[in-house]
């Protein structure tokens, strides 16, 4: 996935970044210290090799203005990244974690297993929790989630706060061309899979691999989506880099901080309806009751300040705002995700469309509150071949970046590309899995054929 001369190298940089971003729930990595671990571990001349190689934004610098970069991205490595719920408590209120009743948000199960392992830091564990969206496979019925779509735009601005223009060009970046391609993909219509005997949604298709020898057969868990009015995130200048359509008109791609995109993202405080999502919480486009997509164009972020230590293209998380008279005052909790549309051509191929949203879909449902107790989610550490090194119930990142990740599912003529994902199978160390097939990757069941390694804390 990565052409380069050192593939190998830079292997092993991407491997110590994620790493190091999903375990804290916080992204602490700057450039300098991976430049000086990685320098203290290898001689100067590969160090200065990978500085190159890694630097596709190389292009910077042919480019007109020091923000503007070539239309290509496929050396770029790119991911998910595990983000922190964020979000407002009412003041003075005690910090306790709230329990699974004192919360309002979707409806959900959680269970156990057991299996040896050491928790998040390091004390032997073995029993672990989990949560998921949806109803008990075992009582079988369908549950329906709402589903809303809320499109987002961007506005790339200028120092003095508008609009940025270039050769005439407004930087304004709208999702509209992508939005019916997403209503229309997999994640929301329905195909056929082997989980299945009646065509299905793709993430119903991954619960349904997953509890098959203990669901009831009519057990199913889908999402209704709706189409919300759409909404507009401005970037400040120099948060961001673009690359333009080859007429000129914006854009093919942004490139922004994903600390500057989050912080316009979520609202600055309760009630708050300056951000895309504060404003579609206060209009009531997206509930506590319900799984929401902040869909973007082609906006990819970057960790660090560097562009070059990009791309994150999606993270599912919640935001959490006080509870009032009408919910008993229980912490509202909106499940949520942003997810970019990845066009064709830009990263290689089968990496495209609805890869990131099939990714913050499926774990949005698997593990809809993100650990955030510290302890429902969270799973003894393991270690992916992609190198991830996570001790969470994320089911995307256990696969991405490996060959295979993704598969070819064809909704209303289209053929669509969402991403394999891991079942919770895989993260109980279970053998045999009691999955489909005893599989422990859906749809794809050859993607992942056997167990992580038991690790340590952070596969130390
Ligand atoms: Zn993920």
């Given at each position: 996935m990565i052409h380069s001369t050192d593939s190998r190298l830079l292997a092993e940089l991407t491997k110590l970044l994620p790493n190091k971003i999903c375990k804290s729930?916080?992204?602490?990595?700057?450039w300098f210290e991976a430049v000086t671990v990685l320098g203290k571990r290898r001689g100067l001349f590969q160090l200065l090799l990978f500085l190159m190689v890694w630097a596709?934004?190389?292009n910077v610098a042919l480019?007109?203005?020091?923000?503007q970069i070539a239309?290509?991205?496929?050396s770029a490595h790119r991911g998910f990244t595990v983000f922190a719920p964020r979000g407002h408590s009412n003041?003075?209120?005690?910090p306790i974690q709230p329990t699974a009743s004192g919360i309002d948000s979707i409806k959900s199960f959680s269970g156990d297993f057991r299996v040896s392992g050491v928790g998040p830091t390091g004390n032997p564990q073995r029993k672990w929790l989990y949560t998921i969206a949806g109803g008990r496979p075992e009582v079988g019925g369908t549950t329906t989630f709402d589903a809303p779509i809320v499109p987002v735009s961007l506005d790339l601005l200028d120092y003095d706060g508008s609009v940025r223009v270039v050769h005439g060009h407004k930087l304004h970046y709208s999702v509209e061309p992508f939005i019916s391609a997403v209503v229309n993909s997999p994640i929301f219509q329905h195909a056929d899979y082997t989980s299945s005997d009646v065509p299905t949604q793709f993430s119903d298709s991954v619960q349904r691999a997953e509890f098959y020898n203990t669901m009831q057969s009519d057990w199913h868990t889908l999402l209704k989506p709706s189409l919300k009015p759409a909404r507009t995130l401005s970037i400040p200048r120099g948060a961001y880099y673009f690359a333009l359509n080859?007429?000129?008109?914006?854009?093919a791609f942004v490139l922004a901080d994903i600390d500057v995109f989050s912080n316009r993202l979520f609202?600055?405080?309760?009630?708050?309806?300056?951000t895309p999502i504060g404003a579609a919480e206060q209009a009531g486009d997206?509930?506590?009751?319900g799984i929401a997509t902040f869909l973007f164009p082609n906006t990819y972020l970057y960790l660090n300040?560097?562009?070059?230590?990009?791309?994150?293209?999606g993270f599912h998380t919640y935001d959490f705002e006080p509870g009032d008279a009408s919910n008993g005052f229980r912490e509202k909790r909106y499940v949520l995700n942003y997810s970019s549309w990845i066009s064709p051509g830009?990263?290689?191929?089968?990496?495209?469309?609805?890869t990131a949203l099939s990714h913050e879909i499926t774990e949005s449902l698997n593990?809809?509150?993100?650990?955030s107790d510290g302890i429902h989610g969270i799973t003894p550490w393991w270690l992916s071949q992609n190198g991830n090194c996570q001790n969470?119930?994320?089911?995307?990142d256990v696969i991405?970046?490996?060959?295979?990740a993704t598969v070819t599912v064809k909704t209303r003529g289209r053929a669509y590309h969402p991403q394999n994902v891991a079942l919770l199978q895989w993260f109980q160390f279970q053998?045999?899995?009691?999955a489909l097939g005893g599989a422990?990757?859906?749809?794809?069941?050859?993607?992942?054929t056997s167990l992580s390694p038991s690790e340590g804390v952070n596969c130390k």
């Open positions: 729930l916080r992204i602490q990595v700057t596709w934004g190389a480019a007109q203005s020091r923000d239309p290509t991205l496929s003041a003075g209120a005690a080859d007429d000129g008109s914006c854009c609202p600055p405080a309760a009630n708050d309806a300056s997206v509930t506590t009751k300040r560097n562009p070059n230590n990009c791309c994150v293209l830009l990263f290689g191929p089968g990496f495209e469309d609805v593990d809809p509150f993100v650990g969470d119930l994320e089911v995307g991405e970046g490996l060959p295979d053998s045999p899995s009691t422990y990757s859906y749809p794809n069941q050859s993607v992942l």
